[in-house]
């Protein structure tokens, strides 16, 4: 079976006022998580955008190959949950029945 992850960290936007912290390394650390505990396979399996990477055209590419390599599955993800987080069906799913977005 294969999976497939696609994690975003920004901690530095254009105005500075702006910026966060831990954004990237949340992303890295869900990376490692991903490798270790879930058996994904580094880059092959995990896809990483960080910072000035993580720009609207480079998000929008890396959830439309998700997509183009999608297919129903009865495994979901690991479970992750944070406050606001929403899980968002891929075009043409419904949830439960296959590939699922989970913005945290």
Not at 81 to 103: D, S, W
Request: net charge positive; aromatic share 6%; glycine share 10%.
């Amino acid at each position: 079976m294969t999976r497939k992850a696609f994690l975003v960290g920004i901690n530095r936007y254009p105005d500075p006022r702006n910026n966060l912290k831990g954004c990237v390394n949340d992303a890295l650390l869900m990376a490692k998580t991903l490798r270790e505990q879930y058996g994904f396979s580094g880059t092959a399996d995990i896809k990483l955008l960080t910072d000035e990477r993580a720009t609207t055209a480079n998000i929008r590419k890396g959830l439309e190959g998700l997509v183009a390599a999608a297919a129903p599955s009865p495994r979901a993800g690991p479970p992750i949950r944070k406050p606001g987080t929403i899980a968002i069906p891929a075009v043409g799913f419904t949830v439960g029945q296959g590939p699922t977005f989970l913005p945290i």
